[in-house]
């Protein structure tokens, strides 16, 4: 997947954007939408963003057990 390598994760909302992008202020970590929002709130949306990752990654794992080929 050598093409996905400007496609970049937001940091704050988790969107998946492309960067660099053509007219677009989005920064390295922050997608166009949250590069505009200030600071101290994006701290607090990183927060909750990295906890919904997690329990994205634990549901995850839940369901591959859930999903064990039937006997
Ligand atoms: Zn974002």
Redesign the pocket.
Same mark, same amino acid.
């Given at each position: 997947m050598a093409s996905g390598e400007r496609q970049r994760t =937001?940091r704050? =909302?988790g969107?998946k954007f492309d960067y660099p992008a053509k007219g677009s202020a989005a920064t390295r970590h922050? =997608?166009e939408? =949250?590069v505009t929002v200030p600071a101290e709130t994006r701290k607090t949306m990183e927060r909750l963003n990295s906890r919904v990752t997690q329990l994205e990654n634990q549901l995850r794992r839940l369901e591959l057990k859930s999903t064990s080929p039937p006997a």
């Amino acid at each position: 997947m050598a093409s996905g390598e400007r496609q970049r994760t =937001c940091r704050a =909302c988790g969107k998946k954007f492309d960067y660099p992008a053509k007219g677009s202020a989005a920064t390295r970590h922050h =997608c166009e939408d =949250c590069v505009t929002v200030p600071a101290e709130t994006r701290k607090t949306m990183e927060r909750l963003n990295s906890r919904v990752t997690q329990l994205e990654n634990q549901l995850r794992r839940l369901e591959l057990k859930s999903t064990s080929p039937p006997a």
